[in-house]
């Protein structure tokens, strides 16, 4: 191998830092008008009047679309266990169709016009009168009223080994501790946009979104079209995180709009309407109890959690997850209860689970090292595990943590620390020094591709996966160019338009691993073609053999692009997926180390130092993983010292819609962060990948927080960590 590995430039670096790349609301075309949301401002009701004469004579205005006047639509598919696309809607409402609020932000009117000026002042004028009903919005107010999740094969509602509870009461040293996380928002780069336009029945939407295939399916379904009428382009997404995952109002409407308009629309949601029509991250409310002989062996692990959904929908936020996996103990118990809210349904965010469970779990396994006077990686040492800790059978595909620890403790300079609370001190500066485990399951997804061999010598990959800053397509011209055995500058990848062969989600970090699979198997075809070609014509390298057979190119096809072709491939998947998953666990892992300075009169709190070492299977490319893990410690950053959404608890509404009053950690707020990788391919994946996207942000909250009670004494248990919580 000659380029995986390799610290490439992204090939499409050049075209970002230009300009030239287009995102979705940067596309133009004749008559093209600008749509405005109005959202609703009461969390459960009807819609008992609509005032629009008033907007209406704002000049410009095109149409104002309400429930009175909308085109019908049909609604979002059911929920099911074998219903793949009911996880790619973001709510169950079907919008404009009824006078129903669920939320209080729900769009409940689109304002179409010739300027996104007229259209925001028009929108302003819009005035409703509700019924109001009972609504249920204050998270904490329903604690007492949690219910058991849902079972299901992707959310499972909990595991149990042994009896957690009766091992807890009788352990040597034991704690039974209360964590609590915030909701939080998704603030990418790039709020969502559409452009969505209809040529007769057929539209074509340019949208900023993660899940090129499941939109076309979608928007086909949505507005009874054939799926191959739909076209929807992403070549540029600008940040994702998991919030452009599922179809959020904003897309819908502006297909709507355009529909009933006749005009192409253009809907970028302002950073307000972000917040009030794309679902973030649930709260939590967290019970970790651990229980311990004196030598740190656990006898008891107990993680509950308490989440939320919203009542029109919302996703099961796997908190307990990682105390399934990482710790061996004869007794474990994990729960999911939620409680169903008036509020726009919680969805997807960077390493949903992971990243706020692993914030009591890694907190509560520092403050059992305190209570039993044992180093907090000595302590995570004695309770490793090679096999799932819950079953006693399954294996780790690739499990590295002890070698992760020695590594990143030796970078860090761990072990020249005094694990005395609060002992040193520089200046005004209480320092401290902590550390938390990272996990992120590595799932796979099937995926179509062509690899197309030109008798030029140039190689084309087409492949309608996502690329949302990370290096997607350069990670896959990567590994064509090893598997074929050009050079790298020899492919191109065409991605982003759901003309292209089916691709996965860009979510759950299976990408790259999903992709390579397909690819290389692609090459290799490509590879035995080359050869029966060569038997017949001779022929040294591939442009040779081309020529002498005289054609144009050869071409290597995965999957069938057919409605049913891409249905029976996903079903053929299934069962190597569930095989799979019987005998391994497979994911990828880090530690974190973190370094914080506390301001011992003012409590303010600066991340001084970091060093994470990560376990992604084979690394691709060197730059692009570790910017990868880097941005995901940055938004664990955020988690850790600075976000949290506020939901006024009378009536749902989101009080902090603005990157002024929701904070997120800022250039000043970052210390260099420095990142390894073991770099060791997983032994079952293809390539070796075990998936990148999101082990970074997992256990940076612990982190932080053990830091900062190893600096000031004081463990903060309610993120984020904020100074008046120190004072
Ligand atoms: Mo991820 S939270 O599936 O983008």
């Known amino acids: 191998m000659t380029t995986i590995g390799q610290p490439l430039d992204r090939v499409d670096g050049n075209v970002k830092t230009t300009g030239a790349a287009k995102f979705a609301a940067e596309h133009f075309y004749p008559g093209l008008t600008h749509a405005v949301l109005v959202h609703a401002t009461i969390s459960r009701g009807r819609i008992a009047a609509l005032h629009t004469d008033e907007a209406s004579a704002v000049p ?12 019908p639509m049909k609604p979002a598919p059911k929920p099911g266990p074998f219903n793949l696309t009911s996880l790619f809607s973001g709510t169950s409402v079907n919008y404009l169709q009824s006078d129903e609020v669920h939320w209080e932000g729900q769009p409940i009117a689109v304002v179409v016009a010739e300027t996104s000026s007229a259209a925001r002042e028009a929108a302003a004028l819009v005035h409703a009168e509700y019924t109001v009903m009972k609504s249920v919005v204050d998270f904490e107010g329903a604690e007492e009223d949690a219910q058991p999740q849902p079972n299901n094969s992707f959310f499972p509602r909990g595991a149990k080994r042994g009896d957690a509870e009766a091992a807890l009461a009788t352990a040597q040293v034991s704690l039974d501790l209360r964590y609590t996380t915030p909701p939080h928002n998704h603030n990418a780069l790039e709020p969502h946009a559409t452009t969505a336009v209809w040529d007769g029945d057929r539209l074509t939407v340019h949208d900023a979104t993660q899940s090129i295939d499941w939109f076309r399916t979608h928007l086909a379904l949505r507005f009874s079209v054939p799926m191959t009428n739909v076209r929807v382009l992403a070549p540029f997404v600008g940040g994702a995180f998991g919030g452009k995952f599922a179809m959020w109002p904003g897309t819908i409407l502006a297909a709507l709009a355009a529909r009933a308009t006749s005009r192409p629309v253009r809907l970028a949601l302002s950073r307000e309407a972000v917040y009030r029509t794309v679902g973030g991250r649930t709260p939590s409310i967290q019970r970790l109890a651990l229980g311990a002989d004196r030598d740190g062996r656990l006898t008891s692990l107990v993680h509950t959690s308490v989440t939320r959904t919203g009542k029109v929908g919302g996703h099961f936020e796997q908190v307990t997850s990682p105390s399934s996996h990482l710790y061996a103990s004869e007794n474990i118990l994990t729960r999911h209860d939620i409680v169903r809210l008036d509020l726009v349904p919680n969805h997807f965010m960077r390493a949903p689970g992971e990243s706020i469970g692993t914030f009591a779990l890694e907190s509560a396994l520092d403050e059992l090292a305190y209570e039993l006077g044992m180093d907090p990686i000595e302590l995570r040492l004695r309770n490793e595990t090679a096999v799932d800790p819950i079953d006693g059978k399954k294996k780790f595909s690739h499990r590295k943590l002890p070698e992760m620890y020695a590594l990143g403790a030796e970078r860090f300079g761990w072990h020249d620390r005094n694990p005395e609370p609060r002992s040193t001190r520089d200046g005004r500066w209480l320092v401290g020094t902590g550390m938390a485990t990272a996990f992120h399951p590595g799932l796979s997804t099937p995926v179509n591709v062509t690899v197309r061999l030109s008798a030029d010598g140039s190689v084309l990959v087409r492949c309608a996966f996502q690329e949302m800053g990370m290096g997607a397509a350069t990670a896959q011209a990567q590994i064509t160019a090893d598997a074929l055995g050009v050079p790298f500058d020899a492919v191109r990848v065409e991605y982003g338009d759901s003309e292209l062969p089916m691709g ?9 691993a999903s992709t390579a699979a397909s690819v290389t198997q692609a090459c290799e075809e490509l590879k035995q073609t080359l050869k029966s070609m060569a038997r017949k014509t001779g022929g040294d390298s591939n442009e040779e053999i081309l020529r002498r057979a005289k054609v144009p190119h050869v071409e290597a096809v995965i999957g069938s692009e057919s409605r049913l072709g891409r249905i029976a491939g996903r079903i053929r998947f299934l069962p190597k997926f569930m095989r799979e998953g ?81 904070h997120v950690p800022v250039h000043a707020d970052i210390p260099p962060i420095d990142v390894s990788f073991l770099d060791d391919p997983d032994p079952t994946t293809p390539l070796g990948i075990l998936g990148a996207g999101e082990v970074g942000v997992v256990g940076v909250g612990a982190a932080v927080a053990n830091a900062v009670y190893h600096a000031t004494g004081r463990r903060v248990r309610d993120l984020p960590i904020t100074l008046d919580k120190l004072l």
Request: hydrophobic share 45%; aromatic share 4%; with cysteine.
């Open 504 to 512: 996965p989600a860009a979510g759950v970090s299976v990408q790259t």
């Open 582 to 662: 019987q005998r391994w666990i497979k994911a990828a892992s880090g530690v974190q180390f973190c370094e914080v300075r506390v301001d011992a009169e003012t409590g303010e709190t600066r991340v001084s130092r970091w060093v994470g070492v990560f376990d992604i299977g084979r690394v691709i490319n060197a730059k692009t993983a570790a910017s990868q893990v880097r941005g995901g410690i940055v938004m664990g950053l955020g988690l850790a010292m600075a976000e949290e959404t506020l939901v006024d608890p009378r009536n749902g509404r989101i009080m902090n819609p603005s990157l002024a009053e929701y």
């Open 60 to 71: 410009g205005v095109v149409a104002i679309l309400t429930h009175l006047n909308a085109l």
